[in-house]
C-alpha cells in the first residue's frame, strides 16, 4: 500500500483546500492516505535572523519528514492575493532551509480551489513554476474553480470538472 499525504495550504480550520485535497486523496486505490494540517505545525514567521538565533524549528523538520516518508503527495493550494497563503509559503521557506529539493521527486497532484471562476489558477501557475526547482514532480495538476458550486455534500457536481479531477488521479495512480 502506498503512502499519499493530502495537504492543503491553507490554515483556514475550514479550509475548502483541505476539503478538495482529502477528497481526491482519497480516490486512490491501494492507498494510505494520511491527511496533514498547517495548524500541527508550529511555525513562527521565518526570518534569517530566527533561523540564526534560534535554528529551524521541529515541526519544520516533522512536517518535511511526512512528505520525504510519502510515495506520493495531493497538494491543494490557497490563493491568497494571487500567491501562496502566508501559512503555506511559511512552512515551504521553513523546509527549503533544510533542504532546496524539499518535494525529493515525489509524485505529486498539484491543485488549487477557491470560491470564485478562477479557482485559485494563478497560484497554481506560481506553484508550477517554482515546485520542478525544488524537486517537484508535478505528475497532474488542476484549478479546480467556484469549490462552492461545485462540491456539494463531498460529492463533484460538475460532471466535467469530476471526469478532470479524475483524470488528474488516474495520472497520480500509475506514477505511484
Excluded: C
Excluded at 484549478?143 to 497520480?172: C, H, M, R, W
Amino acid at each position: 500500500m502506498k503512502k499519499v499525504i493530502a495537504l492543503g495550504g491553507s490554515n483556514s480550520k475550514n479550509s475548502i483546500n483541505k476539503m478538495l485535497a482529502v477528497h481526491t486523496a482519497n480516490i486512490l486505490k491501494d492507498a494510505d492516505v494520511k491527511v496533514l494540517d498547517l495548524n500541527e505545525f508550529s511555525l513562527p514567521l521565518y526570518g534569517i535572523d530566527l533561523e540564526t538565533e534560534k535554528g529551524i524549528p521541529q515541526d519544520a523538520h516533522n512536517l518535511l519528514q511526512e512528505i520525504k516518508e510519502a510515495d506520493g503527495v495531493v497538494l491543494s493550494l490557497a490563493e491568497h492575493n494571487g500567491a501562496y497563503s502566508t501559512a503555506f509559503k511559511n512552512a515551504f521557506d521553513w523546509m527549503s532551509r533544510i533542504d532546496g529539493k524539499l518535494w525529493s521527486e515525489t509524485p505529486m497532484l498539484l491543485l488549487a480551489t477557491s470560491p470564485g471562476a478562477r479557482g485559485g489558477a494563478t497560484v497554481l501557475e506560481i506553484a508550477k513554476g517554482r515546485f520542478p526547482y525544488m524537486g517537484g514532480n508535478i505528475i497532474a495538476d488542476l484549478s479546480f474553480p467556484s469549490f462552492y458550486d461545485n462540491f456539494k455534500d463531498g460529492v463533484i457536481t460538475d460532471e466535467e470538472l469530476n471526469k478532470q479531477l479524475q483524470s488528474a488521479v488516474d495520472k497520480l495512480q500509475q506514477a505511484l
